[in-house]
């Protein structure tokens, strides 16, 4: 018998609901992963820590992640950007494996000692950009690689949301530069950049430059809990066209201001003898047309020879967007605990903070950044 993996959260709301729930999930869904322990979950707030706790199954509780990192095999850091890289590079060093909310740093100078911790550590580092591990991208994947598309000329990503329409919405982290590092650009455009690298980059080559905009619409926003403003410091929205290695173009656009938008994630893929889009709205079905068809077809991607579905329902009843968790902790803890490798791994998420980096500083000097 292989001994469990202990594991330790840092971050028990948004994400670390989500991936609780995908750690609960695995071993009822998918019996081959490997055994956890859900030791120990982090945070500030004792009592709101201990009812996490309690609803999540995590055995214990810890204010300090410093009292954590030594005594666990995994550490996941689900926390604000501003905490991701000092925990993370600790745990490396303790030779704990860490799986990191992404972006993967506020700055690319955090994201380098983050990658380089992770090139000196024992433990796999991954990054959690969920959204390669939905089935229907999983799927385009496949007939991009196959050629189906034939030579890729466009490809383009938007993410668009709409929680900040009201400028009466409350400020929080995710405005403030020093904790969230950008806006719009880091919190959307960083999935966005990941998954057309991770589609089209062998077919096309990898981004070689780019140029970007981004835009701040309200510069200020009440406090929760007191009569007070706070500056918005960071964008709320970004666009940028980039030029991949075959000569293909890249357009990526996202926004909070987009109303009517709630999670619309799009990647649209046009090559010289076919195309793809998909939207995370629809995340079951692939837009696919290839070969003399006149136009698109709906290929619903729920059939049990489909990745990862034969773990779920028989085909048609479709997945939703907490099964991407679930897929994407099964390949880490896997990876983890048979020493192989992950993809995304650190490298992966650096080499994407690169391109978030390049279009900030497109954006301060008006002019196109090169990249590699």
Known sequence: MTEPLSVGVLGYRFMGKAHSNALARLPMFFPDAPDVERSVIVGRNEEALADAADRFGFESTATDWRDVVDDVDVFYNLGPNHLHAEPSVAALEAGASVFCEKPLAPTLDEAKAMRDAARAADGVAGCAFNYRFVPAIRYAKGLIEDGELGEIRHVRGRYLQDWLVDPEAPWSWRNDEELAGSGALGDLGAHTVDLARF?????????????????????????????????????????????????????????????????????????????????????????????????????LVTDEDDPYLDHWWPPGHVLGWEHTFVHENYEFLSAVADGGDFSPSFEDAYEVQEVLDAIERSDETGEWVSLG
């Open 199 to 299: 589609l089209v980059r062998d077919a096309a080559g990898d981004i070689e430059r780019i140029s970007g905009h981004l835009q701040t619409f309200v510069d200020e926003r009440p406090v929760p809990g007191a009569d007070e403003y706070k500056p918005v410091t960071v964008d709320d929205a970004y666009t940028a066209q980039a030029e991949f290695g075959n000569g293909a173009v890249g357009n990526f656009e996202a926004s909070r201001f987009a109303d009517g938008h709630k999670n619309d994630h799009t990647i649209e893929i046009h090559g010289s003898e076919g195309s793809l889009q998909f939207s995370l709205e629809r995340l079951n079905e692939l837009e696919v047309k290839t070969g003399d068809a006149r136009g698109y077809e709906t290929v």
